[in-house]
């Protein structure tokens, strides 16, 4: 069973810079695609980012530019790095993970998500 904990959401004002972390415990980590969703307050979960075994990384067209996705296979953790950070950024951080070999397949990244984080907040102030 793999665990997730993220990590690093907090207060921000626009136009800063955050980054958050997830650390995996159990299983094979070099094994699983990484990915970040959010849900910001009244809506529903969104994707932002993923990154898959080999490193190919994808991301929402809002966060595009802004937003860098990465993993350390040796630390187990997977990043992402958030930049010029705006209002509407502000959500419930979840770091998610798979290890099915299909996983993105046709842009659909919610599809085959096995396991979650708690989720961290980031709040981004005007």
């Known amino acids: 069973q793999v665990q997730l904990a993220d990590s690093g959401g907090g207060l921000a004002q626009a136009g800063d810079s955050l980054r958050l972390s997830c650390a995996a415990s159990?299983?094979?980590?070099?094994?699983?695609?990484m990915a970040w969703f959010r849900q910001a307050p009244g809506k529903g979960r969104e994707f932002v980012a993923a990154?898959?075994?080999?490193?190919?990384?994808y991301y929402t067209d809002s966060v595009k530019g802004r937003f860098t996705i990465s993993r350390d296979n040796a630390k187990k953790t997977v990043y992402l790095q958030m930049s010029s950070l705006k209002p509407e950024d502000t959500a419930v951080y979840y770091c998610?993970?798979?290890?099915?070999?299909?996983?993105?397949?046709?842009?659909?990244?919610?599809?085959?998500?096995?396991?979650w984080g708690s989720g961290t907040l980031v709040t981004v102030s005007s």
């Open positions: 998610a993970g798979t290890s099915l070999p299909t996983y993105g397949a046709e842009g659909d990244y919610y599809y085959g998500i096995q396991y």
């Open positions: 990154i898959k075994w080999g490193g190919s990384t």
């Open positions: 159990g299983g094979t980590f070099s094994d699983y695609a």
